[in-house]
């Protein structure tokens, strides 16, 4: 109560303390008050709420929560953080960007294409997958043995910067990830050239059907000698240069 009555607008005290719950809620989202002139009293008061519930759980659970000393000023703060977050995220909306049809292109003659992508879901359950085709777009293995199969021109796709950037530069700051960073360079060294560089999303589709598989699968590591039948649409719209809108900053 001693927070409240420190906030709310004094035209507001009277419909404030004695609306039923449904009617208060009701009362201050539509409001249209403000508080201190330049803060909406709706923001404030959700602000509030969230506060007073949040500190009211910690209290209870940990014995050694403290609440800040000076609540409406914290309150405060926090919804004037938000308006600068929304007037920052305005600017970001605000650069120019163009649509672009993204596909999956096909390599060049006598080039192999590698698409690959992992992903982890709920559960903790993780998978992986890839594909190489050539340049018409045909199936032609999984991962299985690339340099084996005679392979020594490849372009490896792989729609996260993150991982194109660590490859290229041979560098990791987790431990097990250095050893593996060191085993994909050792087998890139195997080949003639390897072109590795970062693909969208739209353009790996199959990779990422091959990784959804790959998490509902039980047991090891499966190898496709022909393709699944799950992808084959997907595998024709590649081939055939079915492409997919996306907005991309200028």
């Not at 977050?85 to 192999?112: A, C, F, L, M």
């Not at 990422?208 to 039980?218: P, Q, Y």
């Amino acid at each position: 109560m001693g927070v409240w009555m420190r906030m709310v607008p004094h035209a507001m005290r009277h419909a404030f303390f004695e609306e039923n719950s449904y009617l208060w809620v009701q009362y201050n989202i539509k409001s249209d008050a403000r508080f201190d002139c330049a803060l909406r009293w709706r923001d404030v008061w959700a602000t509030a709420c969230h506060c007073l519930w949040y500190w009211r759980n910690k209290e209870k659970h940990d014995t050694h929560y403290i609440r800040p000393t000076n609540v409406v000023h914290h309150i405060v703060q926090r919804v004037k953080d938000y308006y600068s977050s929304r007037e920052v995220q305005h600017v970001v909306t605000q650069v120019h960007s163009t649509v672009n049809y993204i596909g999956w292109k096909p390599p060049d003659v006598g080039w192999t294409k590698l698409n690959t992508d992992g992903a982890c879901k709920d559960m903790r359950i993780a998978g992986c997958g890839g594909l190489l085709r050539d340049n018409h777009g045909e199936w032609i293995g999984g991962l299985k043995y690339v340099w084996r199969m005679g392979f020594r021109q490849v372009e490896l796709n792989v729609d996260s910067v993150a991982v194109v950037q660590v490859i290229r530069e041979g560098r990791t700051h987790n431990a097990m990830g250095y050893s593996l960073v060191k085993k994909i360079q050792r087998i890139m060294s195997l080949a003639s050239e390897v072109k590795i560089s970062h693909s969208y999303r739209e353009t790996n589709k199959c990779a990422d059907a091959l990784t959804n598989i790959g998490c509902s699968s039980v047991g090891n590591t499966v190898f496709y000698e022909d393709c699944p039948d799950q992808i084959r649409h997907l595998i024709v719209d590649d081939a055939m240069g079915i492409t997919t809108p996306r907005l991309i900053p200028m």
